[in-house]
C-alpha cells in the first residue's frame, strides 16, 4: 500500500517568514496530492491540491511543487500571518483509487 | 443544505459497551471514510466504502464494524469499547468521477472509561 512520510512535525516561524512542508510517498502510482488544514478543534480542510501531470500550482500565498520522480510533493506558506497557525496534512492515494494515505501532520505555529 | 454531519459530537462510554457513531451527508457521495486521529498519529482509516453495500478495511479495522444500507448514511460501531478506542473519529466523503477531494465531518469526541 502507499507509505507517506511528513516533515517536519512542527514547525515554528515568525509572522512574515515563509514556510515549507514536505512529504514523501511510495506509490508511483499515485495522482493527486492534496494539503489539509486543521485549526484547533475543527475539521480538516482542504486548502490546495496537485495532479501528477502538473508540478507546481499556487493560490496566492500558498503553493505546492510536486517532483514525481523523487517522490515527493511540498507546501510552501510565504508570508505566514497567525492564522496560519494550524496542523497541515498531506496526503496521497493508493495507486489510482479513491483511498487516501495522510501523512502524520506538521503543526505549524506562526508567532507573531 | 447540511452537508455532512456527524452524531453524537461528544460520547462518554464504558468499557465493553458498544457504541454506535453515525454520519450523514446530503451530497450522494459515491465514497465514504471513517477516520480515527491520534495525537502523533495524524488520520488514520478505520473503514471505507465505495457505494451502498460495499465496504473494505483501512489500515486500523480491529473492533469496529461498519454498513452502509443507504448512499447517504455510514454507521461506525464500536462492538464492545477498549480505552484504546479512545479518539477522535471524522466521518469524510469523496465525490468520485475524478473529484478526489475529502469532505470531512465535524468530528465525534468518544471517551472510553
Known amino acids: 500500500g502507499e507509505n507517506v512520510e511528513q516533515h517536519p512535525s512542527t514547525l515554528s516561524v515568525q509572522e512574515g517568514d515563509s514556510a515549507v512542508i514536505k512529504c514523501t510517498y511510495s506509490d508511483s502510482a499515485s495522482n493527486y496530492f492534496p494539503w489539509y488544514k486543521q485549526e484547533l478543534g475543527k475539521r480538516p480542510q482542504l486548502i490546495i491540491d496537485?495532479?501528477?501531470?502538473?508540478g507546481e500550482k499556487k493560490d496566492q500565498r500558498i503553493a505546492v511543487t510536486l517532483n514525481k520522480t523523487a517522490k515527493h510533493f511540498s507546501l510552501h506558506i510565504t508570508e505566514t500571518q497567525p492564522e496560519d497557525s494550524a496542523v497541515y496534512f498531506c496526503a496521497a492515494p493508493k495507486g489510482g483509487s479513491y483511498i487516501p494515505t495522510f501523512g502524520r501532520g506538521t503543526s505549524l505555529i506562526v508567532h507573531p | 443544505d447540511a452537508g455532512i454531519t456527524q452524531s453524537p459530537r461528544y460520547k462518554i462510554t464504558e468499557t465493553g459497551r458498544q457504541v454506535t457513531l453515525m454520519c450523514h451527508q446530503t451530497?450522494?457521495?459515491?465514497?465514504m471514510f471513517w477516520y480515527r486521529q491520534d495525537l502523533g498519529h495524524g488520520l488514520r482509516l478505520i473503514y471505507y466504502?465505495?457505494?451502498?453495500?460495499?465496504?473494505d478495511k483501512g489500515e486500523v479495522p480491529d473492533g469496529y464494524v461498519v454498513s452502509r444500507s443507504k448512499t447517504e448514511n455510514f454507521p461506525l460501531t464500536l462492538e464492545s469499547a477498549t480505552r484504546s478506542q479512545t479518539s477522535v473519529y471524522f466521518c469524510?466523503?469523496?465525490?468520485?468521477?475524478?473529484?478526489?477531494?475529502?469532505?470531512f465531518g465535524p468530528g465525534t469526541r468518544l471517551t472510553v472509561t
Open positions: 496537485i495532479r501528477s501531470n502538473v
Open positions: 466504502s465505495a457505494a451502498a453495500d460495499i465496504t
Open positions: 451530497w450522494s457521495h459515491s465514497y
Open positions: 469524510a466523503s469523496t465525490p468520485g468521477s475524478w473529484d478526489y477531494e475529502q469532505y
